[in-house]
């Protein structure tokens, strides 16, 4: 869009260019014909950062020198928010000044304003909507609102020839760039893209002011982790024109098992009292989307929850879906950071991919070579051979396992091709464990964060990334290395070994059984709608061959007692009551063994219990 070189009706002009979704972020320069300054409102910033772009383009925060100029500022930019504006004590407390030298002709501080004392030196004009609309109040410097910016002179200096995002004078004065070349570095982004845009991720919902992106999939503690590193919370929905944004815009799958019920995490839970849900933000919500039959609290574990492929709820605990690898969506009330790559380099993290691969871009920028105005030269471009994935091009690890993006895509294409692991992905063959920690890393790679990354806590053995099963004996790596650690701790099995592929038979009560009273049986990690049929033995714990060609724990007689059916989760539960006929004094010998297509194929591990 052009810059305007002649004044414009308003408010109307900018009410209809405030529509366009650039001006969530900034509005084009506009023109007072009462004070004969250009205006322009940025994005959202802290008051520093927003005097020192003025500064850079010969211009300071808006100083205000009448009711009239206040009023003009208020109707055309008061409905995005408060807005920063160059009054300031920040020099000497108390002694309030403009960055621009300008006198103090006129005063329009709220009611009981400045109260903040030295810890708030920067003054906002408040927004509509609220009762001290168009007065003032002062804040603190780490606050980031949008800001006026005001000039005195045309800015035709400012014009933006390229069409890049970034004025003439700011490329030349500034950043370095080529003002008429879109894209300097050819990397696939433009400049102002690079410098002046958020990562293409985020979302915003323009309805609520709010933006939203999704974690790297993993636990919801783990997504919420991101989130408050971001500065805010895994996402509080309010009603249900939210939720239905937040499906439109942040759902999808994610994995192959339970695709109506694998969507990300937000932010309800009931962490702190069983059955009592409520936002990780703090905030109160009379807005309820529960799945028909959840929260249901599944064996008393099920503390957090997620969205399913409609947009209903589900309360989710450890272990059950995609192997605790959701993602979760991330919530700020803020505009979040910059991208801020380096227009002039096109590999800014230097993981040897380019910033517009590593985002997704498969074309170049067209330029507009009959007005000499340059875009990206495809001689120089690498476009990304897969665009549906992206990993972030100020992130060496962007997926945390350990390995830079270069070293898991190994030709630099942008596509997981044959052998290669996923660089979008901490788990490329889906089996629970992260990349790294199959592969042996106790250190992860330039990037990686250590809060995310799980070193192998035993580096002498190594399973491999690319095959879930290591050791093909029918169990995921990270259903025998329970905790995903690379050790086989107590309670794991081997996953080199297949010998020891079982699966996972639970009784409760531990170890004294009594006749006429309750207890429950729990299958975990069965094949997904298999049927385990539960024996028992009075008699020992074997080893008994049998006809299937599987060697039970038990000891002959043995007998079946009830048969479970696995979920497509691989879990089963059942409560009964010990029979009265139980023989006291006795010790009960149980296993279970897995039929899938009526075929026996596994067996779970024994266990004993004694009848009193």
Known sequence: MGVPLFPMKLPLALTLLFSAPLLAQESPWVFNPGTHHWYKMTRASTWQEAENRAVSIQGHLLSLEDAHENDWIFQNFGSYGPLWIGFTDDLQEGLWTWTSGDQITFLNWDSGQPNGGPSQNHAAMLPSGTPSASFWADFSADRKFRAILEIDYNPGFLRDRDGDGLSDGEESTIWGTDPMDQDSDDDGLSDG???????????????????????????????????????????????????????????????????????????????????????????????WNWYPGEPNSWLGQEDHVHMTSNGQWNDLGPGILCWDRLPGIIEIDFAPDLLGTDPLNSDSDGDGLQDGQELGRDQGLPGDPANGIAGTDLSLFHPDADPSTTTHPLD?????????????????????????????????????????????????????????????????????????????????????????????????????????????????????????????????????????????SFSGSGPTPTATGLTMDLSPPIAPFMALYASGLGHASMVFRIPLASPSGSQLWLQSMEYTLGLPTRLSNNALRLIF
């Open 396 to 536: 060496n690890d962007s997926d945390d396992d350990g390995f830079g993006d270069g070293e898991e895509d190994l030709n630099l294409n942008g596509l997981r091709d044959f052998n290669e692991l996923d660089a979008s992905s901490r788990d490329s063959d889906d089996d629970g464990i992260q990349d790294g920690t199959e592969s042996g890393l106790t250190v992860g790679s330039v990037g990686t964060n250590p809060i995310i990354f799980q070193p192998d806590n035993d580096p002498s053995t190594l399973t491999n990334p690319l095959n879930a099963d290591s050791d093909g004996a029918g169990l995921k790596d990270g259903m025998e290395d329970r905790d995903r650690n690379g050790l086989v701790d107590l309670f794991d099995t081997d996953p080199n070994y297949p010998g020891d592929d079982q699966y996972l038979f639970e009784m409760d009560p531990l170890i004294y059984l009594t006749p006429g009273q309750l207890a429950s049986i729990e299958i975990t990690d069965a094949r997904p709608f298999s049927t385990s049929v539960v024996y028992y």
């Open 193 to 287: 893209e690079e410098i002046l845009n958020p990562h293409p991720a985020w979302k915003h919902n323009e309805t609520n002011d709010h933006w939203y992106r999704l974690s790297t999939p993993g636990t919801w503690s783990e997504a919420e982790a991101e989130a408050v590193s971001e500065g805010g919370h895994l996402a509080t929905i309010r009603n249900a024109a939210e939720n239905d944004w937040l499906l439109q815009n942040l759902y999808r799958d994610s994995c192959s098992s339970n695709p109506e019920l694998n969507g990300p995490w937000i932010g309800l839970n009931d962490i702190r009292v069983e059955g009592s849900f409520e936002w990780v933000s703090g905030e109160s919500s009379a807005y």
